[in-house]
Structure formats: structure tokens, C-alpha cells
């Protein structure tokens, strides 16, 4: 995360206090100035807290005023990046802590004329998270709007699972709230806002997947030439969690097949180090079989227990009687997002939401530590 923290450095916050210094004369951004020396050692969000923070204390309370300084910085052509993103958490606080409903619904507004220079999506959150209806009444209206940045904004921010955002607790309560954001979304003529729009649709599979189903099906009876590569992308959790309705959907319905177990070139990784392995796949069945072929790792966990990530292999078509054979090779190392720990780990195969063929297989780390024993996971 070291470069990413760097997108808010010290020339950044001098290009933003010389840009609002012109934009307002008679504010001494004091605050600003200070924060540049303070950055040393934040991550990108703490660092946008501080200047956050700077701007509060130095620009008006009300928040007309201050929105209407972000306003005039918008002639600047340099008042873009990384540096917005501090000024939208701003206008969002003041708007908030404004007695008047206006002021939030102008702060909408703002943030639209804002997320062309960097997304406010996760100001946007907070807003969301005040009063939902409200805030969705106004970003709806935004799923017509001329510039695609805002269209995205409106599906992008609203997403249940945003990365690097604050949860929306109501959102995830009440699924259908955002769909029709979705709706008149998901034949957008921009790939951006298609994607942003899969996404959501994959964050909403993860506490509602029969209305994730049911919102695919409908899109597929109404489709432009890029609906399917949304309903594939927008289904892919249910996919890998073998999920009825959405493999139907995708075209994997049950198969007539056998699949063989595993052969695994070793049964003991060092870590970092490879596990290569390859099966073969037969279609038993009188007609072609479309598959959705993929393969489940379970990773031992520090209590001991395993836990599952499925990993995507292909989408094969097999002739009546063809067999074909798969291979792979799974790469183990330390990362910040997952921790490997020694002992069995266990590979499993899947097939069209069917697993095949639980093969064991052991974990060592750098120290040389695998516990054998371990060998049956819980």
C-alpha cells in the first residue's frame, strides 16, 4: 500500500491549498498548509482524514459557502485526482451537520459535478447511510445523466460491498432498494458503468441471491449484445457457490460426466512454491455437455479449521463421448490479503456446482513446519 498512500503527498496538497486560495482570497488556509508536513507514515484514507480535517477548520461552517468555493475550484483544470477526494468527505460532513434537507440534496449534487475529476463514491456513503430513500430518489435520477462518470457514481456508490467504503447497513437489509439503479443500467452504453453495475449485482448475491437470480433472468429476456457478459460477470459468486438458478441461467445445467481425481505432482508445498495437478473430464451423456469447470482450495487457517476459495478453470463444451484433460498449476506465497498456514490443506474439484474427488495434500512454510497429523481437516 506504500504507493497508494503516496497519491496524496505533499505537491498534492499544495496544488489544493494554491487552487482554493484563488477560488477564496479571504480564507487563510492555515490548517492546509500545516497538513502537508503531517503525511509521513498515513495510509491513503488517514491521510485524507487530515486534510479533511484541514479544510474544515479552515473553510466556512455553513455549508453554501464552502460548496460554493468547490464550485468556483471547479474552473481550475488542476483541481482533479486524489485530491477531491478529501474535498467530497468535506461537503459531505457540512451538508450533514446542516439543520436543512437542501443542503444534503445540493451536496448530491455537488458530488456529481465532482466525481468526473475523482470518484465520490465513498462520501457518498455517508449520505446514503443518513436517510436512503432520500438519497436514492436523487441517484436515480443520475442513471440518465449525460456524463458516464455520474452514472457510474450512481451504481458504484451504492454498491453494498463498496471496497475501502463504509457499510451501509440499510442496503444490505433491503436489496431490492438499489435494482432499479441496476435496471436502467445494465444496457449502458459504456463498459465502465456495465462493469460497475456487475459488481453491484455480485455484491447483492452475497446476502440475496435468489433476487440476484431473478434480476439476471429478466435482464436476459430484455438483453443488447452485452447483456450476457454482465449476467456472467454479475453471477459469478453464485457460479463458484454452485448456486441452482444461476448455473441454469449461464447454460450449465446437470451433465451426465466423470471426472477423475486429481493427480498432484506433490503432496508437500514449501512455501512460496507451486502445486501443479491435472484431471480428466469424460462426457458420458448422448449430447454435448457446456461445463463450468472450476476448483476449490481449502486453506488451513491459524485455529486449524479450513476455509474455501473457489478458483475459476473453463468453461469447456464436450462432445458425446469426448474426454479432455485439465491442468493447473496453484501458486502458494505470503500476500497481505491471505496467510498461509502449515499443515492439510485440501483440493477440490467442481463441476457444473458438483464436487469431485477431495485430494489432501500438506502445507509447509519457510520454517519447515507441517503437521502431518493434521491431515483430516474439520
Not at 1 to 26: C, F, H, K, Q, T
Not at 330 to 355: D, K, S, W, Y
Not at 359 to 370: H, M, P
Request: proline content about 7%.
Amino acid at each position: 500500500m506504500g504507493a497508494m498512500n503516496e497519491l496524496i503527498n505533499p505537491r498534492v496538497v499544495d496544488s489544493l491549498d494554491r487552487i482554493l486560495a484563488e477560488a477564496a482570497p479571504e480564507c487563510r488556509l492555515i490548517h492546509l498548509a500545516g497538513a502537508a508536513a503531517q503525511l509521513d507514515g498515513l495510509s491513503l484514507r488517514e491521510r485524507t482524514d487530515l486534510l479533511s480535517h484541514a479544510l474544515l477548520a479552515d473553510l466556512p461552517a455553513a455549508y453554501a459557502e464552502t460548496a460554493g468555493i468547490f464550485r468556483r475550484s471547479l474552473a481550475d483544470p488542476d483541481f482533479t485526482g486524489w485530491m477531491i477526494w478529501p474535498v467530497t468527505e468535506t461537503a459531505a460532513t457540512l451538508a450533514l451537520a446542516s439543520p436543512g434537507q437542501a443542503d444534503v440534496e445540493d451536496c448530491l449534487a455537488l458530488l456529481a459535478e465532482l466525481t468526473p475529476r475523482l470518484t465520490a463514491e465513498f462520501a457518498i456513503r455517508r449520505i446514503l447511510a443518513a436517510d436512503l430513500d432520500r438519497a436514492l430518489a436523487v441517484i436515480q435520477g443520475w442513471t440518465s445523466h449525460p456524463d458516464w462518470h455520474v452514472r457510474r457514481l450512481a451504481t458504484e456508490g451504492t454498491r453494498a460491498y463498496l471496497p475501502w467504503a463504509i457499510r451501509v447497513p440499510e442496503i444490505t437489509r433491503r436489496p431490492a432498494a438499489t435494482l432499479p439503479i441496476l435496471d436502467a443500467l445494465y444496457r449502458d452504453p459504456v463498459e465502465d458503468v456495465r462493469r460497475s453495475v456487475a459488481n453491484h449485482l455480485n455484491d447483492l448475491a452475497r446476502h440475496a441471491p435468489d433476487e440476484v437470480v431473478a434480476t439476471a433472468t429478466r435482464w436476459m429476456a430484455a438483453p443488447d449484445e452485452n447483456t450476457p457478459k454482465v449476467v456472467r460477470h454479475g453471477l459469478r459468486t453464485l457460479l463458484k457457490k454452485a448456486h441452482p438458478g444461476a448455473l441454469e441461467l449461464l447454460g450449465f445445467p446437470p451433465a451426465s460426466i466423470a471426472v477423475t481425481p486429481p493427480r498432484l505432482e506433490r503432496t508437500v508445498v514449501d512455501l512460496p512454491g507451486e502445486l501443479g495437478f491435472d484431471f480428466e473430464i469424460s462426457n458420458l451423456g448422448p449430447a454435448e455437455a457446456r461445463l463450468a469447470v472450476d476448483y476449490a482450495v481449502h486453506y488451513r487457517k491459524a485455529n486449524g479449521t479450513l476455509a474455501e476459495k473457489v478458483f475459476k478453470l473453463g468453461t469447456p463444451v464436450l462432445a458425446p463421448g469426448e474426454s479432455r484433460t485439465f491442468a493447473k498449476r496453484h501458486i502458494f506465497r505470503q500476500m497481505t490479503t491471505r496467510r498461509h498456514h502449515p499443515g492439510a490443506h485440501v483440493l477440490e474439484l467442481q463441476v457444473n456446482g458438483v464436487r469431485y474427488a477431495p485430494t489432501e495434500f500438506l502445507v509447509r512454510t519457510e520454517s519447515g513446519e507441517a503437521r502431518r497429523g493434521d491431515l483430516t481437516g474439520p
